[in-house]
């Protein structure tokens, strides 16, 4: 299970701030925390939503960003942004090793923005499930939509071992029926779109509701089973990540259990 670290986003308040103020002590510290759990890619979108920020500053910070987390960390990042242009320049910042492109979808404008960035890097990318009419209401639709992503991906030359579909997580709060839709997308996925790999944003899932990480935990357990690949979630969770551990064991995605009882041995499972 690949884990990539959700924490330095700038939806978040208190990574907003540090943006604005150029404090990169703190996003530093937020990286290392997050490969020190475990992390095997870093997540980092600069979008602080102000008005006077506009593509070309986001672009800007995301290269300082970038140049900042390689001083202190050697694992990939994972370039996030709405705008191609920023995620163009990230990619491009990136020095250490290839950065993985946080996101494509089905739109054909996204499609011709960001699919020959990821083949002139060699980048693995993520892939929502989605067009210009936004989220699709049922797995089928969502299915059609990566098919039409692999298509054009294969035509731009990247390869289907390098993209990473999204399902897409709704949150229970908006319908009970949510869980159990990006579930059933997940497994049309992996039996219909061979060789292609799956992610989730995890904390989506839990959004609106009380005691998030119970919501969280048991989705993750599941999404598992259904032959998630990869997930996006906060790897200093030691409850979240000790359900993932134990769930790639049950689901029999841990040879001789090497992975958890690496993580029993670095004290990183919480009962």
Not at 107 to 129: C, E, F, G, Q, T
Not at 231 to 247: C, F, G, Q, Y
Request: include cysteine; proline fraction near 4%; charge should be neutral.
């Amino acid at each position: 299970m690949i884990v990539i670290g959700e924490k330095i986003n700038a939806t978040r308040k208190s990574v907003r701030q540090a943006l604005l103020d150029k404090n990169m002590d703190f996003l530093q510290q937020l990286c290392k925390e997050q490969e020190g759990a475990g992390a095997d890619y870093i997540d980092v979108n600069v979008g602080t939503g102000q008005e006077n920020a506009g593509s070309n500053s986001e672009a800007d910070a995301m290269r300082w960003l970038v140049k900042g987390l390689e001083e202190v960390t050697d694992k990939p990042l994972c370039i996030d942004s709405d705008t191609p242009a920023v995620i163009e320049a990230g990619v491009a910042a990136c020095t250490k090793a290839v950065p993985m492109i946080n996101s494509v979808n089905g739109s054909a404008a996204r499609l011709k923005a960001i699919l020959p960035l990821a083949a002139k890097y060699s980048s693995p990318v993520i892939a929502l499930a989605m067009e210009d009419g936004g989220i699709p209401a049922t797995s089928n639709e969502r299915v059609n939509s990566c098919k039409k992503i692999l298509e054009a991906a294969m035509k731009e030359g990247v390869p289907n071992e390098r993209i990473y579909f999204d399902p897409l997580v709704l949150p229970l709060s908006t319908g009970e029926h949510q869980g159990q839709l990006t579930l059933d997308t997940l497994a049309l996925l992996k039996g219909i779109l061979k060789g292609t790999k799956s992610v989730v944003g995890l904390s989506n899932i839990s959004f609106g509701l009380p005691r998030r990480g119970l919501i969280n935990g048991a989705f993750l357990t599941m999404a598992i089973g259904a032959g998630l690949d990869a997930v996006i979630l906060d790897p200093t969770n030691k409850k979240l990540v000790s359900s993932l551990r134990a769930a790639e064991v049950v689901a029999g995605k841990d040879r001789r259990c090497r992975r958890y009882l690496k993580a029993h041995s670095n004290g990183v499972l919480a009962d």
